[in-house]
């Protein structure tokens, strides 16, 4: 039975919801945590990637977790909306770091709420993603979908990455660290709200009920897969290069860019930004997708990304001071990024069609278990990069007042500590989208014909 227009529109609805959530973290738990409430840059890297190594024993058993689950609702509504409750609850903690909180209390704060942020995460992610193959039949309908499901997450991260620093500006007076509480616990009821339209609507399909494996048979059947561990893999290369960019681009508009009005042009910026990453994932990918196959997208969009930081480093050292000027090396970046969300998921998700042929067991969970952790992974070894970056080339506020609106940062910043953030932000992401293309091109063996035998052969064998 096709899905129905409810079902698609809720489950999209769903993915604006937990990734306006997660945008919220990945970009701006370091600048909240750093720059607002003053923990040591160094002491948050270490932080954020230590949870992204917990997470690495986390995901793959709450990936077990769901694939054993059996209840009347099915084995990921439940846990959709477990872990969004509890999460939306430990987005708001995060942000809301007791002001008397300072030195070792906050640096532990921070940790204890952002591990535990990221294990409830896991809680969410992995049903929701999960439930593509559970509902979808390969082809496609599941490209529809999981084209529709990114362009909606496109949506959620943009809708950040616009409107954060606004809001917490306008509910803070002006006060960052006050505006940040506000602004999560309006993003946190958004994400509940969101979350629970999508498990009233969608229904998965009857499966035959099966043993569950063990832990061990799971790891097995995932490090069998050698599909799938090519699509994680690159995908950790791709989203660490994308958030070293998101976790700097701020401090680059704040401290290089500069100028009493940073604010604004940092704002513009990323509107710009997130109108090209939604268009590219709503329009540009179904338009290609009409002339050639998933693989050949996917190389093009890393081209696009490639040559978007070459010119963005270019521009970066002709102290230029009209931001029109960077929409064009950003039009290349977020339109390549959107586009890659869409194709990095729909390949993981054939890789379930495969390790079903090879292996004979569908592990949805476990497999987008990976998808979660790998990202999670990305996010905190880019926030490592980049709080190295910040303590290496002095780049702090000493002020999280009203008056940051009307200082020019920029005048206090030698220029060495400028061209540092300028590479940071631009070579190392280039060098890790080549160590990608390369990983991709010599392992990745599930293009459109390979899919379609392999449909085909799970057809027959039903």
């Known amino acids: 039975m096709k899905l129905s227009g409810r079902e698609k529109a809720s489950y999209g609805l769903g993915a604006i919801g937990k990734d306006m959530v997660y945008m919220l973290s990945a970009s701006y738990v370091l600048y909240y945590f750093q720059d607002v409430c003053g923990v040591s840059a160094v002491a948050m890297g270490i932080i954020l990637l230590a949870a992204r190594v917990f997470d ?194 701020i401090y680059f508009f704040k401290y290089d860019f500069g100028g009493t009005g940073w604010f604004n042009s940092y704002t513009l910026f990323n509107t710009f930004g997130g109108a090209v990453q939604i268009l590219s994932m709503m329009l540009v990918f179904p338009i290609l997708r009409k002339f050639m196959d998933t693989i050949r997208i996917f190389y093009i969009c890393l081209a696009s990304a490639i040559i978007g930081y070459a010119v963005l480093l270019i521009l970066a050292f002709t102290n230029m001071s009209n931001v029109f000027v960077l929409f064009v090396p950003g039009f290349f970046i977020f339109a390549a990024n959107g586009v890659l969300q869409v194709l990095t998921t729909i390949f993981l998700a054939n890789t379930v069609d495969y390790g079903e042929l090879k292996n004979g067991r569908r592990d949805e969970s476990v497999i987008f278990s990976m998808q979660t952790f790998v990202v999670k992974l990305a996010s905190g070894v880019a926030a490592l990069i980049a709080s190295i970056s910040l303590t290496v080339f002095s780049l702090s506020s000493e002020s999280t007042t009203e008056a940051q609106q009307t200082i020019d940062f920029s005048q206090s910043v030698a220029e060495a500590s400028k061209n540092g953030l300028r590479m940071s932000m631009t070579i190392v992401p280039v060098i890790l989208l080549f160590v990608g293309l390369f990983w991709f091109k010599k392992r990745f063996l599930l293009d459109d014909s390979r899919m379609e035998n392999i449909t085909n052969e799970l057809k027959q064998r039903a």
């Open 56 to 249: 690495a024993f986390n995901d793959p058993i709450m990936g077990v977790i769901v694939a054993r689950t059996r209840t009347r609702w099915g084995k990921f509504r439940p846990w959709l909306m477990i872990g969004t409750l509890t999460n939306a609850v430990m987005l708001y903690v995060m942000f809301a770091a007791p002001p008397k909180l300072d030195g070792p209390g906050l640096v532990a704060y921070a940790a204890v709420t952002y591990i535990l942020w990221g294990v409830t995460y896991t809680m969410m992610d992995i049903p929701y993603w999960s439930m593509i193959p559970a509902f979808t039949e390969s082809g496609k309908e599941r490209e529809g979908l999981t084209t529709l499901a990114r362009s909606c997450a496109g949506v959620g991260s943009a809708i950040i990455t616009v409107v954060t620093m606004i809001a917490v500006h306008a509910l803070g007076g002006g006060n960052e660290r006050v505006g940040f509480r506000w602004f999560s616990l309006i993003i946190a009821i958004l994400f509940v709200l969101f979350i629970t339209l999508t498990c009233v609507s969608i229904r998965e399909k009857a499966t035959v009920d099966m043993e569950a494996p063990s832990i061990g048979q799971m790891f097995r059947a995932l490090l069998q897969n050698d599909q799938a561990m090519t699509v994680v893999i690159t995908i950790v290369v791709i989203n660490c290069a994308i958030y070293i960019t998101s976790n700097l681009v």
